[in-house]
């Protein structure tokens, strides 16, 4: 499998130091970020998942621990928006160029506001989040990653 994607371009672009983990991406085998911590061998707290998101009808990204869920209401509070909404997958799939369980927060087509959960930041680093591609992980100090992205970090996950 080729690591070269959008996103990994992007880490490159920025000098973002990242390892990458590679994994037997599994559709349907339950949710795709607690499959990929089990897959590496990684505590979910530690893994990221991208989801995208319509806040008032415009698009946004979330980036969030694989084993909570994301408060649409806090995401929308944080972002200064009335109501949020998960994405279509074919509208995600289009807005950043990378097929769902492959959607990452860098390299995106179209750039979009991004929001972190807070936990990015007192969870033991580094942490995982998609490299772009079913299966491609990268690994990375997320700290110079949310500064690259230009993203916001609040408190948007839930247990």
């Given at each position: 499998m080729s690591t070269a994607t959008p996103a990994t371009r992007f880490l490159d672009r920025h000098k973002i130091s990242y390892d990458v983990f590679e994994y037997p991406y599994g559709a349907g085998d339950g949710p795709i970020g607690l499959q990929a911590a089990e897959a590496i061998g990684w505590?979910?707290?530690?893994?990221?998942?991208t989801l995208m998101v319509e806040l008032d009808g415009k698009p946004a990204c979330a980036v969030i621990p694989s084993d909570r869920s994301l408060s649409m209401k806090k995401l929308a509070k944080a972002l200064k928006g009335k109501s949020a909404t998960m994405m279509e997958p074919a509208k995600a799939e289009r807005l950043t160029g990378f097929?769902?369980?492959g959607i990452s927060p860098f390299g995106q087509k179209k750039?979009?506001?991004?929001?972190?959960?807070?936990?990015v930041l007192t969870v033991e680093h580094p942490v995982i989040i998609n490299g772009?591609?079913?299966g491609l992980m990268v690994c990375l100090d997320p700290v110079p990653a949310v500064s690259a992205l230009r993203a916001q970090v609040a408190a948007i996950s839930i247990l």
């Open positions: 505590s979910p707290e530690r893994v990221f998942k097929h769902t369980g750039a979009v506001p991004v929001l972190f959960d807070d936990t772009g591609k079913r």
